[in-house]
């Protein structure tokens, strides 16, 4: 077969010029983050990997993580049940609202967070009268990780679905299955892989928001510091080598997103030949 | 069970796709509904079902024997529905596709496990795919997933057997299989079936009687004896097999339309005849009563008669005619022959107006 | 129970089949009310509290419309680049094969897998004066870090997966046959691709590098660290927001932020709105 493109010197000069922008652009920043969390050995990495205030910025990072998956998935999946299996009106408007995290700047996302929770705020003026402190504690981290990583399972699902269609559940239905048990039985075989690439992605996006975060954290060191924080204030402290490895404990989650990505791909691709 | 309703419509938003319906089928029966797409025959058979739901007016109701289940949800109608596209469920092996309906019973009423078992295997039996219980559905030919598809209905002993297109993915010899075991499968076990079809040749196969249905009004209900040889009206007469028309102007018992002349016994006045493929016959000549020269332009020699195709200066659309192959080469019939039409018989349906009658259903195979 | 689940409102209550439509809907709209609508009203309440002329001279300011020029500016630079990039990418991965093929695929997640921050700090040290590739590129006149140059790479580094993801589909689902056609009439690859290839790739190409650039608009930790941030010359309008932010000027935030706000909605339903016309032309109108 012959196509556009397909001759041996267009050929070789695209896929070189591809290969080498990319190991530059992409490859050699992953490279370069563990070349410098390990630039002074591995004792320097492991000091500044266990030093306190880093373990604590790892343990609220990942709390903040464990508190917003659950909350995203729930949210993600009902959203996607509501907008593919029924027809209201307002779906698509629905639809289209929860397009708005991925294009809010997440410093804004965070303004209008401590905008509202703030003490100046209505609400947070409300709650500051009754002892109750969001922004610049966990819950106000929390509240904006969750509006940064609440499309991605709806996102993930909503197409999925609709191309899936209910016609499976209704035949469910029509062979007696009462509600519950036809999502169980039925359509959560049939989205797993979606479901569990939607929390991948909502795990990463959650312990790597940066920006958001800051405006609402407070950052004090050991209290409200997550990892990105973190390590911001160790590279703004010329502390290259801690920074870094703070920044690689993130980017090996990174890695192990992707890695899940492209096993998740390929075992979709090897369904469709092998059903 | 019988199937009643009464009153039953439908709109989507404004526009109507089912005009309200009255409709009786007896117990036992196995009731085709046919039509083109858009005519409301699948909306019509998700409404028995319960997978959609009927305009809410004051006397729509649907009786399952004395059981009135208007109200009643889907999953309490008790009910087998077929799918056009099977809904098999994909990450199931055929065995749990079967078993689904048993296992998902509340607890109280759910049979033991062996007992599903068993039943299941009888199902399988039944429908000749004992050897394939642990396969997925993508694993089998349509045919089978069909036959899956109607197993795991089945399972719950329905009252009602609603099939929705069963054969209309399937390739045509599959199809005819598929049909007689249906049939075969109703009268044994004597279920009540109702099944959409937009085939008029498997419509009149396979129902005790046929429902004939366009833009969402119902034609005509009857056998499919009654029905071919008695056509209620001319959309009905149209869908169910190929028809020739001859539009003239009749004066003193006269029919003209060009050089082209037929006896008739009608007032004068313009008259449109419709006329069946193997109610015409050709002749070398014309006769006393018909003089409708035309010209052969193709001839398919395939099958139990021959079909010639006719065309003439005083026709606006070729005709069909169906001949014997005995006067096939009797008349020694080639492109390009000239020779005479003579109708055996004609229809008319003068009371229908022209822009009243329905669109010429799609051609079917 | 579940089964008897009434729609609300409107007309006629049609019986759902499907269960859950009363417990998706309520957690739906539950969900985007508290967490999507209320917050935004923070936001209002303080604009409120400015008149129209203090509004005018926040968001005019001329620190502040300096940093609009710089964001811009580098944005559509990135923007530019990573289309051309990115339409590389999505050929080469789409059309041929070859060892590594599968780890560049995975490689082009990157950019959305790693922490802004994380990029950040890598971006600036590499291009630093010091860095691996600043020690290669000054010698030549080239300053990146501390510059706009650096500003737009770190927006083109987070937004290139929007073009190549976008382009990559719909180059799969392209036919052969239209490559077959265009060289069986005797085009040349160069008027091929120019003539029938481009166009059939243009809605997804516009597409992606629109979102590409709404991402660079609204980026913060990429880019703060690369950026310098001196006033006037390197300083993006999402760090403006936080400069104000900690002076304690909530107003000054909310004006800027609600610029920033309202551009980036507004061009996302541009991208939606033409994608939508597209979508009708290719497929009918039934998109």
Known sequence: MQRIGDGIAVRRLLIGAAVVLAALFLLLPLVAIFAQAFARGIDVFWANVTNHYTLAAIQLTLFIAVLTIPVCLVFGVALAWLVTRFRFPGRRILQTLIDIPFAVSPVVAGLVYLLLYGRTGWLGSWLDGHDIQLMFAWPGILLVTIFVTCPFVARELIPLMQAQGSREEEAAVTLGAPGWTIFRRVTLPNIRWALLYGVILTNARAVGEFGAVSVVSGAIRGQTNTLPLHLEQLYQDYNTVGAFASASLLALIALLTLVAKAGLEWRAARREVHP | MSIRLHEIGKHFGRTQALEPIDLDIAEGELVGLLGPSGSGKTTLLRIIAGLETADNVAGARILFGERDVTHLHVRDRRIGFVFQHYALFRHMTVFDNVAFGLTVMPRKSRPSSGEIRSRVHRLLEMVKLEHMAHRYPAQLSGGQQQRVSLARALALRPDVLLLDEPFGALDAKVRQELRRWLRHLHDELNFTSLFVTHDQEEALELSDRVVVMSNGRIEQIDTPDELYRHPANRFVFEFLGDVNHLEGTVRNGVLTCGDARLAVDLEDGPEELLLRPHELELAPSATQHAHLPVCVTAISPVGAEVRVELEADWLGEPWLATVSHADYERLHLTRGTRLYAVPRRWHRFPDERREQAAPLPVAVS | ?287
């Open chain 3, 1 to 287: 129970m579940s089964s008897r689940i009434f729609a609300i409102g409107l007309g006629s209550t049609p019986k759902r089949v499907l269960p859950g439509f009363g417990l998706s809907l309520g957690i739906s709209l539950t969900f985007v009310s508290l967490m999507l609508l209320l917050p935004m009203t923070g936001l209002f309440g303080q604009l409120a509290g400015l008149s129209l002329a203090e509004y005018w001279a926040i968001v005019t300011n001329e620190r502040v419309v300096a940093s609009y020029v710089v964001t811009i500016g580098a944005a559509a630079v990135a923007a530019v680049v990573n289309a051309a990039f990115g339409l590389l990418l999505a050929w080469v991965l789409v059309r041929y094969t070859f060892p590594g093929k599968r780890l560049l695929d995975a490689l082009m997640d990157l950019p959305f897998a790693l922490p802004t921050a994380v990029a950040g700090i890598t971006l600036a040290t590499l291009y630093s004066s010091n860095g691996w590739m600043g020690q290669l590129l000054e010698p030549l006149g080239l300053q990146v870090a501390y510059t706009w140059v650096g500003i737009a790479l770190a927006m083109s580094f987070t937004s290139i997966p929007f073009v190549v993801r976008t382009v990559q589909p719909v180059l799969e689902d392209m036919p052969n046959e239209m490559d077959e056609a265009a060289l069986t009439l005797g085009a040349s690859d160069f008027t091929g691709f120019r003539r029938v290839i481009l166009p059939h790739l243009w809605p997804a190409l516009v597409t992606g590098t629109g979102l590409a650039f709404v991402r660079s608009l609204g980026e913060f930790g990429a880019i703060i660290f690369i950026a310098g941030n001196m006033p006037y010359e390197t300083e993006i309008t999402a760090l403006m927001i936080f400069v104000r932010l900690q002076e304690y000027d909530y107003a000054g935030a909310s004006a800027i932020a609600s610029v920033v706000l309202f551009v980036s909605l507004a061009l996302l339903l541009a991208i939606n709105v033409w994608q939508g016309r597209f979508i009708k032309r290719l497929h009918g109108g039934h998109g």
